[in-house]
């Protein structure tokens, strides 16, 4: 069921908290070898099932990752370092999300502190996709990805850095919204890199994220259809990057939204990916710089390779990096004076199994980490709204669509998403 | 700015110990590797920035 499906029973009181989160419980017990959870709140979700069912969400069951703080629950961030670290307080979105009528069910699975792209943490176990279960969610918010496909969640918050809403939806074929950078409050988030960090839903639909973002933000986001189609600026050095079956999916897509189609050449695409990484990967490892000192051993290779990367890298760098920035925002502002969204694959590729590195593109073997920044750093180093879109299959892995937009115009990409879900049903498939 | 000098192991080395930090071998090639993707493209952004070109 939707979110808006579950919210609907609810409010008519067809079903009741309580039943709406025992169901929950049965399912993620039957879907354990998924490991889409880390901590399932059973007894403390049946308790608040308990209490008064406030609108809009009146007593929906979500789950949230386990970078994001439940009072009173563990929050391990998908580390050994904090794996037995228990949240004081409620995050902010945390909080939004009960006073809005949320219950937490538990917290998902998460690439080590969010910085991968995978969720095969060393520690915690992988993730694995409802799709195919020899293969990944992405990342970092993959068991929200895993969670949201398989319904083990009505909904589920993520946290989107430099992709990490957008490249799980995308390859478990649910729908996720990257807000622009500062609508929802990140405080009580374990951070990542501070100038990206964002809270996200992922969800069944563009109108489950629309309601969710509601609660997160306190927008109140309006998804009727304007009377003309949105102009949609067609990312095409991204659509021939991708893998062609992707990218014909894709394409395929925008003509069912109907858009009003503008091929856009946006050569500063190029080095977003760069400029993104000389601000993230200094602010990564100032975050962690304590325990860089003392417990260096405790990370993972590939976690601990690039929070070194970003402790090493030359002073100038980051301040470089800024300036760049702030220079890519520009174009990207200059860009979205001709259109109203623009649009690309999600991802590059469908899901890779567990334990691949490498991605075939073109002929050509390449590292999945480098595959995929092409198609979610731009619209994290502009600080714009970006979603992911069910829009096909390819061998049976799903494909996401992406869409990004002006900033704080949620509600232009959210249209395009629910326009879209208007005249296909991509997102209505669900894995066996 | 030379790429070959702050990617080697022994300056990253005294530049991580200068921070209190004592990556591996093996971690300072894993490092190496981010860097030396990294640094010919700082390089090559950096010279396409103006002085007025704030933050």
Request: aromatic fraction near 4%; glycine fraction near 10%.
């Amino acid at each position: 069921m939707s979110l808006a499906d579950v919210v609907a029973r609810l409010r008519a009181r067809e079903l009741s908290p309580r039943e709406a989160v025992e169901g929950y419980l049965r399912r993620i017990d039957g879907a354990r070898d998924l490991n889409a959870y880390i901590t399932v709140r059973a007894e403390e979700a049946l308790a608040e099932a308990e209490g008064e069912a406030r609108p809009p969400l009146y007593g929906a069951p979500v789950a949230v990752k386990d970078l994001i703080g439940v009072a009173g629950t563990r929050m391990t961030a998908g580390s050994a370092i904090l794996r037995d670290h228990v949240a004081q307080e409620d995050a902010a979105a945390v909080a939004r999300l009960r006073a809005g009528g949320g219950i937490v069910l538990g917290t998902l699975n998460t690439h080590e502190f969010a910085f991968g792209a995978l969720t095969t943490s060393p520690h915690f176990g992988p993730a694995r996709n409802p799709w195919s279960r020899d293969r990944v969610c992405g990342g970092s918010s993959g068991g929200s990805g895993a969670a949201v496909a398989a319904d083990l969640a009505a909904a589920a918050l993520g946290t989107d850095t430099a992709g990490s809403v957008r490249i799980p939806a995308a390859l478990c074929g649910v729908t996720g919204l990257r807000p622009s950078t500062g609508l929802v409050p990140t405080r009580g988030v374990f951070p990542v890199a501070w100038s990206f960090d964002t809270v996200g839903p992922l969800a069944r639909s563009a109108a489950d994220c629309a309601l969710l973002l509601d609660v997160l933000a306190g927008t109140r986001t309006d998804l009727t259809p304007e009377p003309q189609p949105p102009k949609v600026g067609v990312l095409t050095a991204l659509f021939e990057r991708a893998d062609p079956a992707v990218a014909a999916a894709a394409e395929r897509a925008l003509r069912d939204l109907g858009a009003r189609l503008e091929p856009v050449d946006l050569p500063e695409l190029a080095d977003a990916g760069t400029i993104q990484q000389l601000v993230m990967l200094p602010e990564a490892a100032d975050v962690h710089l304590r325990w860089l000192r003392t417990r260096l051993a405790d990370y993972g290779p590939d976690v601990r390779a690039r929070l070194l990367a970003g402790l090493l890298l030359p002073p100038t760098a980051y301040v470089t990096g800024l300036r760049l920035r702030r220079r890519f925002g520009e174009a990207l502002r200059r860009a979205f004076e001709r259109v109203d969204l623009l649009a690309a694959p999600a991802m590059p590729v469908v899901a890779p199994r567990i334990g691949e590195e490498t991605v075939a593109l073109h002929g050509e073997e390449v590292p999945y980490r480098l595959a995929l920044i092409p198609f979610n750093s731009p619209w994290s180093l502009a600080g714009v709204p970006a979603a992911s879109v069910p829009c096909g299959f390819v061998d049976g892995l799903p494909v996401g669509l992406g869409l990004a937009g002006r900033r704080y115009a949620e509600a232009a990409v959210l249209r395009a998403a629910h326009r879209l879900q208007q005249v296909t049903d991509w997102h209505e498939r669900r894995p066996s | 700015m030379g790429t070959e000098p702050q990617s080697s192991p022994e300056f990253l080395r005294r530049l991580a110990a200068a921070q209190g930090v004592e990556p591996s071998d093996e971690d300072l090639e894993a490092v190496r590797g981010f860097l030396d993707a990294i640094l010919p493209h700082l390089e090559r952004l950096a010279a396409t920035l103006e002085p007025e070109d704030a933050p």
